[in-house]
């Protein structure tokens, strides 16, 4: 039995990047012999286990075989005959196809070092065509990078697109994918490569590409609704992709308010209850970064002054039920009257 450190960790040790997970993959062993030294099973579709002491994933070599549409449609072979090139070559790029032994020595079947030092993203074999995932992957990939794809791999990928096996991808995927692209520091490379390929009208076909002017940050919510001013239809994209609440939310609110339209102490104040700035204000303030205008540092102040306004101040005087909030509105926009002028 032979252990290898595989994929993004070697790829990432050759970059003199940090890799935040370490993946294993053991040749020449079968699911016994890691059982009774005490690995934990935790693969479903193929035999992965946890390592009794560092929790780390370790993989048993296996090839597969296409059966199916889709990146499910796979059957998986695991035994002590697959050797560490077959299970390197199943690997998408071949930047992600090396492989290290426990002295440091480099497996590298398909030249990633090489790809990896001219900053190309190759894919390892023909087989890279029956996973539509791996357009998405390899986008992201450019993203995070800043690498070129190779011709021939942009051909496969635009191959995946003319035979519809870009349309199997799964909403869980595409979204999965899709936010850790807008965590990569060269996000409009991921939209540039789907556009090149094809497959940008037929995994987004909301987003006009046209209309991308993306500006990037740590938050990605943030980034998200920032995207979201070049998409036609925010709810059907969010919709198909069972896009989390607190993206959704926040593009729409993004796409729905226009802060250069506020004049008056109650559109402001009436916007602000619209944006549930006093309930939720950081999401407040990740609207008045998303919204990126000026006329939304007259949105913050004014939220600053009104503000100050309590609830409870409202409650002792005896106001009761509705006449609560249209109490607090009252007030908040008479103190906001005459500070407007010094915004």
Same mark, same amino acid.
Request: glycine residues 4%; contains cysteine; neutral net charge.
């Given at each position: 039995?032979?252990?290898? @450190?595989v994929g993004?960790?070697?790829?990432?040790k050759y970059?003199s990047?940090?890799s @935040?997970?370490?993946d294993?993959v053991v =040749?020449?062993?079968t699911v016994d012999?890691l059982l009774s030294?005490?690995?934990?099973?935790?693969?479903?579709?193929f035999?992965?286990f946890?390592?009794?002491?560092t929790?780390?994933e %370790?993989?048993?070599?296996?090839t597969?075989?296409?059966?199916?549409?889709?990146?499910?449609g796979?059957?998986? %072979?695991?035994?002590p005959?697959?050797?560490?090139e077959?299970d390197?070559?199943?690997?998408d790029?071949t930047?992600?196809?090396?492989?290290?032994?426990?002295?440091?020595?480099?497996t #590298?079947?398909?030249?990633?070092?090489?790809?990896?030092?001219?900053?190309i993203?190759?894919h390892?074999?023909?087989?890279?065509?029956?996973?539509?995932?791996?357009i998405?992957?390899?986008a992201?990939?450019a993203?995070?990078?800043?690498?070129?794809?190779a011709d021939e791999t942009?051909?496969?990928?635009?191959?995946m697109v003319k035979?519809s096996?870009?349309?199997?991808?799964v909403?869980?995927?595409?979204?999965?994918e899709?936010?850790r692209?807008l965590a990569?520091?060269?996000?409009?490379?991921f939209?540039? =490569?789907?556009?090149?390929?094809g497959?940008?009208?037929?995994?987004?076909?909301?987003i #006009?590409?046209?209309?991308?002017?993306?500006?990037? %940050?740590?938050?990605t919510?943030?980034?998200?609704?920032?995207?979201c001013?070049?998409?036609?239809s925010?709810?059907?994209?969010?919709k198909r992709?069972?896009?989390?609440?607190q993206y959704?939310?926040?593009a729409?609110l993004?796409?729905r308010?226009?802060?250069t339209?506020?004049?008056t102490?109650?559109?402001?104040v009436?916007?602000?209850?619209?944006l549930?700035?006093?309930r939720?204000?950081?999401?407040?303030?990740q609207?008045l970064?998303a919204?990126e205008?000026?006329?939304?540092d007259?949105?913050?102040?004014?939220? @600053?002054?009104?503000?100050k306004i309590?609830?409870?101040?409202?409650?002792?005087h005896g106001?009761q039920?509705?006449a609560i909030s249209?109490e607090l509105?009252?007030?908040?926009?008479?103190?906001l009257?005459?500070?407007?002028?010094?915004f």
């Open positions: 039995m032979k252990i290898y @450190k993004g960790a070697v790829r990432d970059l990047i940090s @935040k997970d370490t294993w =040749v020449g062993a012999e030294q005490g690995y934990t099973p935790v693969g479903r579709d035999p992965v946890l390592h009794p002491n929790h780390e %370790y993989a048993l070599a296996r597969e075989r296409k059966i199916g549409k889709g990146y499910t796979f059957t998986v %072979y695991a035994a005959d697959v050797s560490l077959d390197l070559c199943r690997r790029l930047i992600n196809a090396m492989a290290e032994d426990s002295e440091g020595k480099l #590298d079947p398909f030249n990633g070092l090489a790809d990896l030092r001219a900053g993203l190759r390892v074999s023909p087989a890279f065509v029956e996973d539509p995932v791996r998405l992957r390899v992201r990939f993203a995070r990078f800043n690498f070129r794809v942009l051909a496969l990928m635009q191959q035979n096996e870009v349309d199997s991808l909403p869980e995927r595409v979204w999965q899709m936010v692209a990569e520091p060269q996000l409009q490379l939209f540039d =490569v789907l556009q090149t390929c497959a940008l009208a037929r995994i987004f076909p909301e #006009d590409y046209n209309s991308l002017h993306l500006q990037q %940050y740590n938050d919510q943030i980034t998200f609704a920032v995207l001013k070049a998409v036609t925010i709810e059907q994209l969010c992709y069972k896009v989390p609440s959704r939310d926040l729409i993004v796409a308010h226009d802060c339209k506020l004049f102490a109650t559109s402001i009436e916007t602000l209850q619209k549930d700035a006093f939720r204000p950081q999401r407040f303030e609207f970064i919204a205008t000026e006329a939304c007259t949105l913050r102040n004014a939220f @600053k002054i009104v503000s309590e609830v409870a101040a409202v409650l002792a106001f039920g509705a249209k509105q009252r007030r908040r926009i008479e103190t009257q005459p500070n407007l002028t010094g």
